[in-house]
């Protein structure tokens, strides 16, 4: 196990884990949502390659409307 920072919280996650195992496993099923590794935002067609490394910062941000 891992532990990463998502959205400022701790969060242990098993090692060799992607984002888009880890979205499912957080319960993330929306694809109006955008995910940034390290302050930089990772294409959502990369979710399945990009594995989390131990420490990594995830910011899980999602659409707000307004006017």
Not at 1 to 20: F, H, L, Y
Request: charge should be negative; charged fraction near 15%.
């Amino acid at each position: 196990m891992i532990t990463v920072k998502v959205n400022d919280e701790p969060v242990a996650v098993r090692g060799n884990c992607s984002i888009a195992d880890a979205l499912i496993l957080w319960g993330y099923r929306s694809v109006s949502i955008a995910v940034a590794i390290n302050n930089e935002f990772v294409p959502r067609s990369t979710y399945g390659q990009h594995i989390l490394l131990a420490n990594d910062c995830v910011d899980i941000v999602t659409p707000v409307q307004g006017g």
